[in-house]
């Protein structure tokens, strides 16, 4: 029985065949579970409209209820160069290198969907997952292999086929340290050592310079404030300082020696912030613990 | 005869593991108005999270962060939190099991009364 | 920046005090005005001038709290544009002493009030039997007071 929502979708399309409206009518139609009707309006639709972004995505997750991949990773890397940093296609494409077993990839495109939409719980669990099964070092919030939550509708990504590859070594440079944790160029980590200085990490301001010595030595002080105040408080040690200012909000944590300072638009959820501080703080603890 | 922030120290201290608040002058770290459990030296908590605050909000400026707002320390044993506003910061002392968010919320609304 | 005392007992309790407090300047001396430890300064005649001042300005404010309220009063703090100052007794077994700090705007009153009070237990608890004493004589005063300023310079 055709819903009253297809049916005016429908309706509007044939009234109209270069209607936008094949959009939502093929998302509708492949909610439903008609997946083929959904593939025909949709290709009708991108034959139209071959440069929508829309029109790709929907029949890259089409294509996925289907059993094309390959077709999907085509469109929505299609959807990418149409629209750089479409969080739809950087969803589906990091759910669909996890299948695959492309871990590395699969946290890049999870990363950069998060960083867009930093309050979604199924990416954050996603993306827990994908470095589970990267490093043992992490562990996935359910303990399991499983599905991911949030995967595109219609579609059951287990755990990979594929072997998970060899804990990847730590970049070369300790400037990036922490790139992949943070997903996102406008947050920033650095390792501080006990005098300040930048262990590891940096904070590239918007005229492309370094700024994590100075912002290091600035904030470092803080931590020196807060042992003072620890000793005579009567709490035991500080373990988490957060604290949210105009234009980004800080976190920080006794890592090593010194001590690890995230820093994150201040659109980012302090939650969120503090989340990505816990991360960092267990990347930095082996790296340190490697002896570097 | 309550000061003008009694209200608001009222309405902290009320939460559920919260065990003292303070109005502190972030200059001198001298209390101004305080609602405190017995047991709690609000002089030192005053003194040293008021000097706290001030270099956390220093800090973030000297770094182009702007003005800080609410900060929070947390230690092995409870939480220091604080939100300042025209020299005078708002503390609040709390045990680990309190529900910080809302009481970050709360100070944030309680510093149109600091203003 | 230099840290000495004249009595080997005062060290601890005063370093301890200079740097929770992060004050910039802190002097230790009697009544009288004789110095028992200093911080910060770097020159002998800056402490003397210090200690003369601050022994002057606490007998006066003690005169002035009888005056007022039937008993000394016993600190102050006076806050300059740039600088502070506090200035308090240092109650011990003996008698007492006299602190002077000076601090910007790395500290505060109250953290210097509280680390203050930490100062006054750990001296009570350090102090010898007869720390509090004065000298006797005038002739004996400038010698003591030389002979501490010679000490803490590194002259004796």
């Given at each position: 029985m055709v819903t009253d929502d297809v049916r005016?979708?429908?309706?509007?399309?044939?009234?109209?065949?270069?209607?936008?409206?094949?959009?939502?009518?093929?998302?509708?139609?492949?909610?439903?579970?008609?997946?083929?009707?959904?593939?025909?309006?949709?290709?009708?639709?991108?034959?139209?409209?071959?440069?929508?972004?829309?029109?790709?995505?929907?029949?890259?997750?089409?294509?996925?209820?289907?059993?094309?991949?390959?077709?999907?990773?085509?469109?929505?890397?299609?959807?990418?160069?149409?629209?750089?940093?479409?969080?739809?296609?950087?969803?589906?494409?990091?759910?669909?290198?996890?299948?695959?077993?492309?871990?590395?990839?699969?946290?890049?495109?999870?990363?950069?969907?998060l960083a867009a939409a930093p309050g979604d719980a199924s990416l954050a669990a996603a993306l827990d997952t994908v470095r589970a099964a990267t490093s043992d070092a992490w562990r996935a919030p359910s303990g399991r292999a499983s599905a991911i939550g949030g995967a595109p509708a219609g579609t059951a990504l287990a755990a990979p086929a594929a072997p998970a590859p060899p804990f990847a070594p730590e970049p070369a440079d300790a400037r990036t340290l922490f790139a992949d944790v943070l997903g996102d160029a406008t947050r920033t980590a650095l390792l501080l050592d006990r005098d300040g200085y930048v262990m590891a990490g940096q904070h590239v301001g918007a005229d492309g310079r370094d700024a994590g010595a100075d912002i290091g030595a600035q904030l470092s002080g803080v931590s020196d404030e807060a042992d003072r105040a620890m000793r005579h408080l009567g709490l035991g040690r500080w373990r988490q300082i957060v604290f949210e200012a105009e234009a980004a909000s800080v976190a920080m944590a006794p890592g090593g020696d010194g001590v690890l300072l995230v820093t994150a638009p201040r659109a980012v959820p302090l939650g969120f912030v503090r989340r990505l501080l816990e991360r960092s703080l267990e990347r930095a603890h082996r790296w340190l613990e490697r002896g570097t | 005869m309550t000061s003008a922030f009694g209200t608001v120290l009222t309405s902290l201290i009320r939460h559920r593991g919260v065990t003292g608040c303070m109005v502190v002058g972030e200059q001198d770290g001298i209390i101004v108005d305080s609602s405190l459990q017995i047991g709690v030296n609000g002089t030192a908590f005053a003194a040293l999270t008021a000097s706290l605050y001030r270099r956390a909000r220093r800090s973030a400026a000297a770094a182009g962060f702007g003005e800080t707002g609410f900060f929070e320390l947390d230690a092995e044993h409870g939480r220091v939190c604080a939100a300042g506003r025209n020299d005078l910061v708002l503390v609040v002392v709390a045990g680990e099991r309190v529900n910080v968010g809302l009481v970050r919320v709360e100070m944030l609304k309680a510093l149109e009364v600091l203003s | 920046m230099k840290f000495s005392v004249a009595e080997n007992w005062v060290e601890a309790p005063l370093k301890q005090f200079v740097d929770e407090a992060r004050v910039q300047l802190a002097v230790l001396l009697h009544p009288s005005g004789q110095v028992l430890g200093q911080f910060g300064f770097a020159r002998s005649?800056?402490?003397?001038?210090?200690?003369?001042?601050?022994?002057?300005?606490?007998?006066?404010?003690?005169?002035?709290?009888?005056?007022?309220?039937?008993?000394?009063?016993?600190?102050?703090?006076?806050?300059?544009?740039?600088?502070?100052?506090?200035?308090?007794?240092?109650?011990?077994?003996?008698?007492?002493?006299?602190?002077?700090?000076?601090?910007?705007?790395?500290?505060?009153?109250?953290?210097?009030?509280?680390?203050?009070?930490?100062?006054?237990?750990?001296?009570?608890?350090?102090?010898?039997?007869?720390?509090?004493?004065?000298p006797a004589l005038a002739g004996d005063f400038e010698r003591e007071l030389n002979r501490n300023l010679a000490v803490m310079f590194g002259r004796a």
């Open positions: 005016a979708l429908s309706e509007a399309l044939a009234a109209d065949p270069s209607s936008v409206v094949f959009v939502q009518l093929g998302e509708a139609l492949r909610r439903r579970g008609q997946v083929e009707l959904a593939h025909r309006v949709a290709a009708r639709g991108l034959e139209r409209h071959p440069q929508r972004p829309d029109a790709h995505d929907l029949v890259a997750r089409i294509a996925i209820d289907r059993g094309d991949f390959a077709r999907a990773r085509a469109e929505w890397e299609t959807v990418l160069t149409l629209a750089p940093g479409h969080p739809g296609a950087q969803k589906g494409l990091g759910f669909l290198c996890f299948q695959q077993g492309e871990l590395d990839e699969a946290a890049r495109y999870l990363g950069a969907a | - | 005649v800056d402490v003397m001038t210090a200690c003369a001042l601050s022994a002057a300005i606490h007998a006066s404010a003690g005169e002035l709290g009888r005056l007022v309220e039937g008993k000394p009063f016993t600190g102050l703090h006076y806050a300059g544009k740039a600088r502070q100052l506090f200035l308090a007794q240092v109650p011990i077994a003996a008698g007492s002493l006299v602190l002077l700090a000076v601090f910007d705007d790395e500290s505060s009153l109250g953290v210097v009030q509280l680390f203050f009070r930490e100062f006054c237990a750990a001296m009570r608890a350090a102090a010898p039997a007869s720390a509090a004493s004065p």
